[in-house]
């Protein structure tokens, strides 16, 4: 439904010239609606954005026992992430070397073996074979026994502070560097208990039917907010006025002009936006003295804005009351499926658990105030790129683009950043520029890996 009448033929990085008017000295930031439906863009991205770089895998302490294991993937690369008998984490393809199919058939548990369903080898949670059925009738040859015939081992595999991201190329650069200037809002995530983070069990996947990006716009789209959630403005309005004990973000925030906010673009792609709002509502504000003491009044009060960032291409977390960590995965052009999970100090008092739950379901569940409504305009948007009468580039994200600037702002500075872009002001601006890092960054891969692969062809 969304694809061009004819897909254009991909065969030099200049063909992909044309998905993006990056003028932003002359006011211009626009994106080609070809780059939301192209199937063959979107095979392009799959390969050249999610299956060569770094993507976030997992939470630690989503396998924290020896033995337990996680069934991910990367783009459509099915990953089974393991930790083995003394605790150490492996990550592997799930793909059993014999024929093909999938080893590990569960999204989760604890096993010291697993046994393929076709023919019945069989890998310990090291990724080591153990088994080959029928071994000694099967006549193999010597070579064929000095094999190890274990599960692929990932390229790459690194562990950010409980944050594990793999990759399936070997030359990525450090997971370190990769993370540039984004890694201080891991760490503020990290750092609101001296013992670190942790998923809370329990966790969401769903689906639109629109492409990912929708998703890694939406995340720090402030403009938004006002027009898709007006009942969720209204409920809070009325738990304000008294109608409920109950206390959750409050969006108006997001539109007044004495709330400062700001955003900020970082390499390979990464962003993140903050808005100063009502600190009370969140569970953390009642430990506030003892972060202060602990981290330094700078952090502290970073804990206490609403802060939406992305850890390019497909980790993107809202921390407003709660903590929600969202994982994307491309389906199709026009088909995303997302993962939900809430997020959390380890050693929160229960009283506080229970309350940052309760706040997790208000707004973020498939079910809650907000989900259903970003879902359905992802859609709405996806139906209407089919329009192949509307202007090619008129996908414009140029609202803030006079304010932007090069370099850190002050509040960077006061962070200890030093961002590609920064843009501050009042909540009102609403700033679109935070796209562009993305953006950039897509066509730049795609353009890069066709240029290696002209180059490997020579």
Known sequence: MN??????????PEDLDKLLVDDVNNGQFKVHRDLYRDPALFELELKHVFESNWVFLAHETQIPEPHDYLNV????????????GDGNLGAFLNICPHKGALVCQNESGNKKFHVCPYHGWTFNSAGENKLIKDREQGQYTADFDSLSHGLTRLASLENYRG??????????????DYLDGIHHFLDMIIDQSPDGAEVIPGRSYYTFDANWKMQLENCVDAYHLTSTHPSFMTITASRASGGSEFR?????????PDVPAGNYT????????????????????????????RVGKIKADLMMKTVNFTVFPNLQFSVNACIQMRVMKPLEVDKTEMRSFCVGPKGEPKELRKQRIHQFEDFFNPTGLATPDDSKVYESVQYGLAAHSASA????????????????????IELGLNPATSSSGGSELQDETVFHASYREIVERMKSGIAQELDHAK
């Open 3 to 12: 694809s061009p009448t004819e897909s254009p033929l991909i065969q030099r």
């Open 73 to 84: 993937h990367i783009a459509r690369q099915p990953v089974l992430i393991m930790r083995d």
């Open 163 to 176: 944050f594990l991201f793999g990759s399936l190329n070997p030359d990525v650069e450090p997971l370190r």
């Open 248 to 256: 959750n973000i409050d969006i108006a925030d997001f539109v007044n």
């Open 266 to 293: 970082f390499r390979n792609g990464h962003n993140a936006i903050w808005i100063d709002g009502n600190p009370e509502v969140k569970p953390l504000y009642a430990q506030y003295d003892e972060l202060v003491e």
């Open 393 to 412: 580039s008129g996908l414009g994200h140029e609202r803030g683009i006079r304010n932007v600037i090069q370099g850190p702002d002050d509040y960077a």
